[in-house]
């Protein structure tokens, strides 16, 4: 650009480049919506569907395209979208593959908010939604029906914290082409290889483990098939799935720590939970690694770890009112929604709103253990606990 530019033009015309040369640790954070393209060929040659080319910021930046790769690696995938939650990527799968007539199963602990999805597919766009226990294993192969498309697990529920047979459910679905989403966000990707044991999609709720933040919403979703990808693609697309570019740095800057963190949270969690059960308050300790949790033998055989997620059922002879005291009694543990971050969070459930099954059980308290000294943390239960 050689002739002299008005002040207006040369506030909108930059010759910045980024430098030649210079590297470093961190991926580049690039913003974008418009992308720029050198000709017209480049422009009409360009594919976003192949990410062959950079096309406009909907489609990819190097910024995301950057966490894209490292988040299929973690999971072993070939492909990887982001969502701007993990439950716009849930959202996707069920937009990309149901269509009017269709079946999905979900498990009866599923992420609630997934639940509410599968009702309003079910009372407004002509799906139907069913429920399957998710303990039910090999036995989901009776459920499933000729217009049945796809099957939700997860690993394990995020409540009530029973364990699936993956493979078992896998192993039926495919024998009928039925296709299988795992929802892999208590895990983080890391304590259980999904596709390995037979998953088709892997959907994460990044906001958790990998932003580790508490300061992120993002989701992912993770495949190895380059047609169900494609499928994908075109939700992803046609629904506008963006994810700004600081939010995915902030997520690519917690993939270093993202194992260490992961190990550090579960060994103060398996800590809390051997504590919780000698407490007389405590009839049930939910957490996979211990025996009272259903599915536990499924979990020693398809995990490699754990996380900082579990529950409590406190005794059925404890009222409500006491054990809402019990958590507001607590000073490290926060009231909060959420989970992954160094704080450690608490949430009370009304389980036996949520599921039949848990009728006659006692009042359900989940903990989110972060990374805070377990002493304290137990302290701060004891405190809590004579308190209530
Ligand atoms: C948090 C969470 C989600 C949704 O993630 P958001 O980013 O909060 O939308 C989905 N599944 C599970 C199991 C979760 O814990």
């Known amino acids: 650009m050689t002739a002299k530019k008005s002040p207006q033009t040369a506030l909108v ?68 979208l982001l969502a701007p939650s993990g439950l716009a990527a849930i959202a996707m799968v069920d937009f990309a593959l149901l269509k009017s007539g269709d079946d999905v199963l979900l498990p009866d602990n599923v992420y609630n908010p997934n639940r509410e999805l599968g009702k309003w597919l079910s009372a407004d766009f002509g799906v139907t939604a069913r429920y399957y226990d998710p303990l039910i ?19 394990p529920g995020s409540v009530s914290m029973e364990v699936s ?5 896998c192993q039926a679905a495919h024998a009928r ?16 290889r999904g596709f390995e044991l037979g998953a088709d999609i892997i959907m994460q709720a990044l906001t958790k483990y990998q932003s580790g933040g508490s300061d992120v919403l993002m989701g992912a979703l993770i495949t190895r098939d380059r047609a169900l ?9 046609r629904l506008g799935m963006g994810v700004g570019a600081d939010d995915a740095y902030l997520v690519l800057r917690g993939l270093p720590t993202l194992k260490l963190r992961f190990d550090a949270h579960d060994a103060s969690a398996r800590k809390l939970a051997a504590w919780l059960r000698t407490r007389p308050e405590i009839s049930k300790v939910l957490h996979p690694a211990f025996e009272d949790c259903p599915g536990h033998a499924i979990w020693q055989r398809d995990f490699s770890g754990a996380g900082g997620l579990f529950s409590v059922l406190f005794d059925p002879s404890i009222p409500e009112a006491r054990t809402d005291r019990f958590v507001d009694a607590l000073k490290l543990f926060k ?20 599921r039949q099954a848990w009728r006659d059980q006692g009042i359900l308290v989940r903990f989110n253990v972060g990374l805070e000294d377990t002493v304290d943390l137990i302290a701060d239960i004891e405190q809590a606990l004579a308190a209530m």
């Open 13 to 80: 015309h930059t010759d910045y480049q980024a430098p030649p040369g210079f590297a470093a640790f961190p991926s580049a954070i690039h913003h974008a919506s418009t992308v720029l393209f050198k000709n017209v060929a480049a422009m009409r040659s360009g594919d976003w569907k192949e990410k062959n080319a950079y096309t406009y910021g909907l489609h990819g930046t190097p910024t995301t395209f950057t966490l894209e790769a490292r988040l299929a690696e973690i999971e072993d995938g070939r492909h990887c």
């Open 177 to 192: 082409g039925v296709l299988v989403a795992l929802d892999n966000t208590w895990s983080a990707g890391l304590a259980l």
């Open 137 to 155: 294993g090999a036995g989901i192969a009776d459920m499933i029906q000729p217009n049945t498309k796809l099957i939700w697990t997860e690993a």
């Open 229 to 237: 990808h494609e499928r994908l693609s075109m939700a992803h697309m």
């Open 165 to 169: 047979d993956l493979p078992a459910i």
């Open 335 to 354: 009231i909060g929604y959420s989970w992954g971050g160094a704080n450690s969070l608490v949430m009370p459930y009304r389980i036996a709103h949520m």
